[in-house]
């Protein structure tokens, strides 16, 4: 659980358990889901701390950039699937957003499943991914590792990747679907759980250890959450005690959970359910306002005499250690079950009405966890799972109550944000046949009237068009601008507010470096290379180096251009320079590779092979150097050998990489005019040959 009171056991920050544990290994990706989303907070707090940045947004500006963008570059996938009423705002296009289309209820799942390459966590919490939800409610989560020889069983794992694969149908993305950023994500569960069947886990949860974990999950065609709460619930009698804790409840006349908890704990006897909500007083009236609907305490049964419904109240102001007091708001969401031998605590995203219990129609998606214990076995865990569960304070005289019903604008009801129209099914940006960015935009039948698609306030494309067109399934939109676009503004008529359509990339590779990674000189990318400080340290290092050249804003290339000499030995004097580098990448590239994608950046990317080679053909004086120094480039390539460790690339996949490099170069090279030097086309041929028959 989420709170300001510090050092206390059960109490934590959420932030904190997006960090990598020791020995986690390199980042491979993560899936994230959310109701409420803040693009900033979710790129800026989560990813970072995922990432293991050194740098921050707010103070080393575009060195921040450059490192987010060279670990991004290196994962297979960084996504977020969030509610369709909340999916917008600007973003770097390195990690995925997608709208959940749920058709009835709403998308209400708090899921985050990060993967490094020797540890794998699963977050399951009642917070959004929002400054509020992880900086200042009162939440709750649960934090569960898989990793070699971990304690929680395979069968789990499973569990959780077939539910976040249930999230994504149910969203509105079939299993067949070609949407690319969905594909990111299916291939990262399919790795996941490559690697986690090759870990050392029990199948099953085993007996007698304790607690006993359990996901909770919910939605359209799934058993409620009493059913899993039944499930969980291993103990042969029933619980004598339940304790809900939700800010909101059902508003309706037949409260269904209300009555549903009663079935949960003893039908005869001695029974209890006791509510934590929210409760106020009124200064100068002798009233206290419970933030729910009376009929939490009208749905026991009539005929239960010895049962009883209870009411407590979660504060929610606290005081800081000078004694003043600040706001948090109650929005976590449990249910606690009890014997005299056995207990279950559930948190995680479903409040306490029939839509997040997954009463009837209109149930919603949601996540939770509940742990079991036999207390009377166990009490060392009972206490710990204790601790971490809120405790509310008893309402004092029941004649002053007044029921108000939940706080307004409960979060089951729909937000007032305006939904983007199914028919535009998505958008996504890549580069065409002569590597010009365009965006191509889906469209299944016919969007609402007068529609005009803007980006940041002028058209782009309108309705009109698409009828001239014919009303194609797809519309193709050039963009000539370096930075891609995050999403669109579609407007219609009648609409009180445009909606939003999200940008994906069709391939990571087709996006832009940052403005400082971009056509890097030589020098720069030899700096880099033989350097062992992070690469935004560098580049902080030599842009700070460039302007303090008097009277130059950039570096002079390091081959002289009116340099007249045409020996070989001279080449070769120069082409020392740059050795030192070159073996230096092959040490980048002999390096475990965790992901293709950091394979990729390493030999595509800003300050990879092809970076270095651009550079020295557009350096070099003449053909003849530029064929002596880049075939260096390809013999050094041919030398590397990766190092595989466990969680990494294979090395034949690397090496196999490599040589499509190797033979790429060697075609440039064939390209340059070398016949006037016998003995430098000698050697180049003979090296080409050897390396690249």
């Not at 979660?314 to 948090?328: L, M, N, P």
């Not at 470096?513 to 062992?532: G, Y």
């Not at 050094?636 to 190092?643: C, T």
């Not at 016949?675 to 041929?685: A, Q």
Request: aromatic share 8%; glycine share 6%.
């Amino acid at each position: 659980m989420k709170s300001g009171k510090k050092n206390r056991t059960g109490f934590g920050k959420l932030l904190e358990a997006w960090e990598p544990p020791d020995h986690a290994g390199d980042p491979i990706g993560c899936v994230a889901t959310s109701f409420t989303f803040s693009p900033d907070f979710f790129e800026e707090e989560c990813l970072s701390r995922f990432l293991g940045l050194e740098s921050d947004p707010n103070e080393d500006g575009p060195y921040y950039l450059i490192e987010r963008e060279e670990k991004l570059a290196g994962v297979v996938c960084a996504a977020a699937l969030v509610d369709q009423h909340h999916c917008r705002g600007s973003r770097s296009l390195r990690w995925d957003l997608m709208p959940a289309r749920v058709k009835r209820g709403i998308f209400h799942a708090k899921i985050s499943l990060l993967f490094w390459n020797q540890h794998m966590r699963a977050i399951v919490s009642s917070a959004n991914l929002t400054k509020q939800g992880y900086r200042l409610n009162q939440e709750v989560f649960a934090v569960l590792d898989f990793m070699e020889n971990g304690a929680f069983p395979a069968s789990l794992f499973d569990e959780l990747i077939e539910f976040l694969k249930y999230c994504f149908v149910i969203s509105g993305y079939p299993k067949e679907s070609k949407d690319p950023a969905v594909k990111r994500c299916k291939t990262l569960f399919d790795m996941a759980s490559r690697i986690a069947k090759n870990w050392s886990l029990p199948e099953k949860p085993r007996p007698g250890k304790s607690p006993v974990v359990d996901f909770i999950f919910v939605g359209p065609e799934r058993a409620s959450t009493f059913d899993g709460l039944k499930r969980a619930w291993r103990d042969g009698s029933p619980p004598d005690m339940a304790i809900v804790t939700s800010p909101f409840f059902d508003e309706k006349e037949s409260n269904k959970p209300a009555s549903e908890i009663w079935n949960m704990v003893n039908r005869r006897g001695k029974a209890e359910v006791i509510y934590q909500l929210l409760a106020e007083e009124i200064p100068g009236k002798e009233e206290i306002l419970l933030h729910a609907p009376e009929t939490l305490k009208t749905s026991k049964p009539a005929n239960r005499r010895t049962a009883q419904v209870l009411f407590k109240r979660i504060q929610e102001v606290e005081a800081e250690d000078g004694g003043k007091g600040f706001i948090r708001p109650l929005h976590l969401k449990s249910i606690w079950l009890e014997s005299d031998r056995y207990a279950t605590y559930m948190v995680g995203s479903s409040n306490f009405t029939s839509a997040g219990m997954g009463l009837g129609p209109g149930t919603n998606i949601e996540a939770n966890v509940a742990y079991s214990i036999n207390h009377a076995r166990d009490r060392k865990s009972y206490r710990m799972l204790n601790s971490g569960h809120i405790r509310g304070e008893e309402l004092g005289d029941e004649a002053k109550w007044k029921w108000i019903g939940s706080p307004a604008g409960a979060e089951d009801a729909e937000a007032d944000e305006v939904v983007l129209p199914a028919a535009f099914e998505s958008a996504v940006f890549s580069l065409n046949k002569e590597h010009k960015g365009i965006v191509v935009i889906q469209i299944a039948g016919n969007p609402p009237e007068g529609w005009i698609i803007k980006h940041e306030g002028s058209a782009v494309y309108d309705g009109t068009r698409w009828e001239e067109a014919g009303k194609p399934g797809s519309i193709t939109i050039a963009w000539a601008e370096w930075k891609p676009p995050s999403g669109f503004e579609v407007y219609w008529r009648g609409a009180p507010k445009p909606a939003w359509l999200p940008v994906n990339v069709v391939d990571m590779n087709a996006l832009p470096p940052p403005e400082d990674l971009k056509d890097l000189p030589l020098e720069a990318l030899i700096d880099i290379l033989t350097s062992a400080q992070p690469l935004h340290q560098v580049i902080r290092r030599w842009l700070k180096k460039r302007e303090g050249v008097p009277g130059n804003k950039e570096h002079g290339p390091l081959i002289n251009p009116h340099d007249r000499v045409d020996t070989s030995s001279f080449l070769l004097q120069r082409t020392r320079r740059i050795s030192f580098a070159l073996n230096a990448l092959r040490g980048r590239l002999e390096r475990p590779a965790s992901t293709k994608e950091s394979l990729d950046w390493r030999l595509c990317g800003p300050i990879g092979v092809a970076a270095l080679a651009k550079a020295i053909a557009k350096e070099a004086k003449s053909d003849q150097e530029k064929a002596f120094i880049l075939t260096e480039l390809a013999l050094e390539l041919s030398r590397v050998e990766p190092r595989e460790i466990k969680g990494s690339l294979p090395k034949s996949r690397i090496k196999n990489r490599i040589a499509e490099v190797i033979k790429e170069l060697r075609e440039s090279i064939l390209q340059y005019r070398i016949e006037d030097n016998e003995r430098l086309k000698h050697y180049i041929r003979s090296v080409l040959d050897e390396i690249c028959p």
